[in-house]
């Protein structure tokens, strides 16, 4: 048995997720564990679709089980963002490899990288666990003679992939890192290439031709897709939430903004300002953006605003394992789990209430979440059902 770890956030889930996935398996996986995250994105954007049809997705192409990133860090920089998928992963017991994309498609590179980082922070020319974003990141590194390795940060795959190595090595993970270079256009951009699109491509071609969408699809995504939407819940996009996230934001004052995830060097008072004279989010955000805070990050802090993350709720460690769903092939990994995993894991809702304070909370932030991703339904969805759900059999009848 060999088990392989992605994470990933399936936004939608396309040829190009089919094809890593394919990859893992000829790197020698058995087994293939997706870490997902939720609802929201590190875009500071609502998913397209809901986690459970995303994680349908993914088991339809040939994953094994879908376990969720919680919200904490899918809201969160590429350091913390990996250092949760990671830790999850981690924390499993069972994961024998890490198989990422990257643009240069060479780990030794990305090895390397990673390896001076930590020398830097070491010798104290780096912040070490500072989380700094890759502009940062790829500055000291170019302050410190190593111009190749900072042009490497330039591209966004390769950031993230450095990120889960210093994750893996923080953590003293026994995770074999693999990397395949991506194929065809790169992230968000908007160019195609045969069948393959980026996901940002993808949502783009959803809004404005949804009919030249599937193309980039694998047909069992193009169909529950198409399921989805006929129940209402696809697509679902972030200014169906605009009013739900603003007047929650309206609530706040300048000491609740301070202990938002992201929040520093008084961005609170810029924000106060900005939410009382906006109209809408991107309003609000476009008077809040600056240099250090350009308006990806801007996004994700309003969002955490909104659901109340804060900065001590990114900091900390995963709490428990919660699966989405699997398929047949993914009881192997469950069973597996019962003797590994150093987290509790969560499959059914009863699992909730041996969990610990700290768990407790990270779920409760999950469903916060889940709540207001509800607010963008027409008409609006129900309140409380990740208090209810189990997890999700793609291979007996769809059933929860």
């Known amino acids: 048995m060999n088990v392989c770890g992605i ?8 040829n190009g997720h089919a094809y890593h996935l394919a990859q893992a398996r000829q790197a020698g996986a058995t087994h293939v564990v997706c870490v997902m995250s939720g609802h929201f994105t590190q875009r500071g954007e ?3 679709a809901d986690k459970l049809t995303r994680a349908r997705c993914a088991l339809a192409a040939g994953a ?12 969160s920089s590429a350091a913390h963002f990996a250092r949760g998928g990671v830790g999850i992963l981690n924390a499993m017991g069972c994961v024998d490899t890490l198989h990422f994309g990257s643009e240069c498609g060479n780990v030794n590179a990305l090895l390397e990288t990673a390896q001076i980082i930590r020398k830097l922070e070491a010798t104290g020319a780096v912040n070490a666990g500072s989380g700094m974003a890759g502009l940062a990141r790829g500055e000291a590194l170019a302050a410190n003679g190593y111009e190749a390795q900072a042009r490497l940060l330039e591209q966004p795959n390769n950031l993230l992939g450095v990120e889960y190595l210093l994750a893996l090595h923080r ?15 790169g992230h968000d951009q908007a160019e195609t290439d045969g069948t393959v699109c980026s996901a940002s491509q993808l949502r783009r071609l959803l809004r404005q031709a949804p009919a030249e969408a599937e193309r980039f699809m694998p047909r069992t995504t193009a169909e529950l897709l198409a399921q989805a939407a006929r129940e209402g819940r696809f697509p679902l996009w972030t200014e169906a939430l605009e009013t739900a996230i603003i007047s929650r934001l309206r609530m706040g004052d300048a000491s609740y903004f301070a202990r938002v995830a992201g929040v520093s ?8 300002e900005a939410i009382r004279t906006g109209q809408t989010l991107e309003q609000i955000a476009a008077a809040v953006k600056s240099k250090r805070y350009p308006l990806s990050r801007i996004r994700r802090i309003l969002l955490c605003a909104a659901i109340g993350i804060t900065g ?11 699966v989405l769903g699997m398929r047949d092939t993914g009881a192997d990994v469950l069973r597996r789990l019962r003797t590994t995993a150093r987290l509790p894991v969560i499959s059914r809702a009863s699992d909730l209430q041996d969990l610990s304070p700290a768990g407790k909370r990270q779920f409760r932030l999950e469903s916060a979440a889940a709540d207001l991703y509800e607010m963008g339904r027409d008409p609006i ?17 769809g059933k929860e």
């Open 7 to 14: 994470i990933a956030e399936y936004n939608p889930f396309h």
């Open 265 to 272: 060097e008084g961005l609170e008072n810029r924000m106060v």
């Open 64 to 75: 094994d089980v879908v376990v969720e990133l919680p919200v904490v860090y899918a809201l």
């Open 171 to 185: 953590l003293y993970a026994h995770i074999a890192p693999q990397t395949v270079a991506r194929t065809g256009v």
């Open 381 to 397: 969805g129900p309140c409380g059902t990740e208090y209810t759900r189990n997890i999700y059999s793609y291979t007996k009848g």
């Open 312 to 322: 001590a709720d990114t900091a900390a460690e995963p709490a428990y394992i919660r």
């Open 46 to 48: 609502a998913a397209v």
